[in-house]
């Protein structure tokens, strides 16, 4: 049915940071053998291209540049590991993480043309035998027609508290208040900019995950893949 890479299949999976969404889309992706496109990874790393190469937050034209020429590559060496993430041949995948690059990039995503200019290049992820989309506007404005569309939230406290585990699993110090307050912050400036909003897409399905375990939120994922046809 799905012939050619732009029409095939896509499951679009969008919500607020530290909602889970990248841990469920790479499940996802490796359940049903598909495609995998972290698009938060894409304005993270426009952010952390900015700072290496000196180029100012508020210089939108060479922001676009920087997006539509990044040297960029995602790696999957171990399915129980985050993707790889390759900038300019230099492993980034721990340097797009940090507190201050997410805050740079909600930033560089609230430009209409730093947007533009990554858009072709979220399309061409989409290939056979599909893409699984993870983002804040994968099902509103990236990928529109995608045959399964979901949002998935968690409250703001539940988002500090996963973020702040995240930290202390790796050793590194945190405050739990802070993080709240970026949280609400970053989660004020993405619902209220001016291009591709986050909101949940017109058929999405929303998730409300605060009360729930990954293993539960992935079940409940697929189980809305299967009635649409995209998981046996």
């Known amino acids: 049915m799905h012939n050619s890479p732009e029409n095939s299949p896509v499951i679009t999976i969008d919500g607020p940071g530290g909602s889970g969404k990248g841990t469920i889309a790479q499940r996802v992706a490796q ?70 690059v997410g805050r740079n990039a909600s930033i560089v995503a609230a430009l209409p043309s730093v947007r533009q200019g990554l858009l072709q290049r979220q399309h061409d992820f989409r290939d056979n035998p599909g893409l699984v989309a993870d983002g804040r506007d994968m099902g509103t404005v990236v990928f529109p027609d995608a045959e399964l569309k979901i949002y998935l939230t968690a409250s703001s406290q539940e988002r500090a508290e996963r973020r702040f585990k995240q930290l202390q699993d790796k050793g590194m110090s945190a405050n739990l208040a802070d993080l709240q307050a970026a949280i609400q912050s970053r989660d004020e400036q993405d619902t209220n900019r001016s291009v591709a909003p986050l909101v949940p897409a017109n058929g999405a399905i929303i998730i409300d995950s605060t009360d729930m375990s990954i293993d539960e939120v992935f079940t409940e994922l697929m189980n809305h893949a299967r009635s649409v046809g995209l998981a046996k």
Do not use: C
């Open 31 to 100: 359940s049903l053998n598909w495609h995998l496109l972290d698009s938060g990874a894409l304005y993270r790393l426009v952010a952390l291209a900015a700072s290496n190469h000196g180029v100012s937050f508020d210089n939108e034209e060479s922001l676009k540049i920087l997006a539509e020429n990044m040297d960029v590559q995602f790696l999957v060496d171990d399915p129980d590991q985050p993707i790889k993430v390759i900038l300019e041949g230099d492993v980034v995948t721990k340097d797009i993480r940090t507190e201050e």
